[in-house]
């Protein structure tokens, strides 16, 4: 469990850098279209959504894969000890050790990643935004193509990712967080001290992915972790 956590923290920084490195690029390239406070809380808000879409994704899976595993090897040890019963009297019926649980295939989180991010590019061309010069764009014509990202996005998300709140109550209400708390799952801010329960103003109800279906790839396409083909058009 402690390797799991491990992990997902780690994957949660790496996703987090990685998208503040992009958002500084796009920034320094396009610095003359944000030159309102709006267009830059626009901007952050566009990273902080794709870095928590990445991040619930890679969760997801690798919380998926974590738990077949433990069932192969509950089921190898179950298997192990029923035929030592069988052949050797119950007294003396050596209990198999259960064998080690297999590494976590992160190049099946990252295919599965990657995959997420094309559909995302096919539904709403998030890519294609996120790497578009803003600069020579008035601010209606980016408000057009924001509308446009945002509807494609939303019905990328509600097909393959079943997003459920963290906290349901609204926005802006006082709730308590009480003993025993999921660090992952929520983020407190503002005078923190002593031990819990706390009571604070909620101010991100937080997001969880409870599950997500991607369409089955084949080798090829995991291997080539491709977001979106180059098209060509043959004259």
Not at 105 to 117: F, H, K, N, P, W
Not at 153 to 171: F, N, R
Not at 197 to 222: C, I, K, M, N, Y
């Amino acid at each position: 469990m402690q390797a799991e956590k491990t992990f997902a923290w780690q994957s949660f920084l790496a996703i987090v850098v990685v998208v503040a490195v992009l958002l500084g690029v796009v920034y320094f390239l396009a610095a003359s279209a944000f030159q309102t406070t709006l267009q830059l809380a626009f901007l952050a808000a566009a990273g902080l959504i794709a870095a928590l879409i990445l991040w619930a994704i890679v969760r997801s899976l690798s919380n998926g894969l974590v738990s077949a595993a433990l069932a192969e090897a509950a089921a190898k040890a179950a298997s192990t000890v029923q035929t030592a019963s069988v052949s050797q009297p119950v007294a003396t019926a050596a209990v198999a050790t259960p064998p080690a649980l297999p590494a976590i295939d992160t190049r099946s989180i990252e295919a599965g990643a990657v995959q997420m991010l094309a559909i995302l590019q096919r539904e709403g061309r998030l890519v294609d935004f996120l790497q578009e010069d803003l600069a020579p764009f008035d601010d209606a014509q980016i408000g057009a193509a924001v509308r446009s990202v945002h509807a494609g996005c939303k019905q990328a998300l509600d097909e393959h990712v079943q997003l459920e709140a963290i906290y349901t109550q609204p926005e802006g209400s006082t709730v308590t967080v009480e003993p025993g708390f999921d660090a992952y799952a929520v983020r407190l801010s503002g005078n923190v001290s002593g031990e819990p329960p706390f009571t604070g103003r909620l101010q991100h109800s937080g997001w969880r992915a409870s599950g997500v279906e991607l369409p089955t790839q084949v080798d090829a396409q995991r291997d080539e972790m491709i977001v979106a083909a180059a098209e060509v058009e043959v004259a």
